[in-house]
């Protein structure tokens, strides 16, 4: 009897053991994805930081043309009243 509930503890050691060792993949598979999740986002955050530098450059030189185009207008509606 004592050497069967031996067997029964050694059977269910195993078994808590197995169970550990599954526990601990899972557990390093998980820290495995965050990481490779954060990176992602580390990614991501810097590729919007570099858009909106360029989107803000873009705009700023949108508004440049802009009132380039104006001024001309105003210049070309000037020349044009005084040589009529």
Not at 8 to 27: N, P, Q, Y
């Amino acid at each position: 009897m004592l050497q069967s509930l031996q067997q029964e503890a050694a059977k269910h050691k195993e078994d808590l053991k197995k169970e550990v060792d599954c526990l601990r993949s899972d557990l390093q598979q998980a820290r495995d994805d965050r990481d490779h999740q954060l990176g992602q986002v580390q990614s991501l955050v810097a590729e919007i930081a570099n858009y909106k530098e360029l989107t803000g450059k873009t705009a700023m030189e949108v508004e440049k043309t802009m009132t380039k185009a104006n001024v001309l207008e105003v210049c070309v509606h000037t020349f044009l009243s005084l040589s009529s």
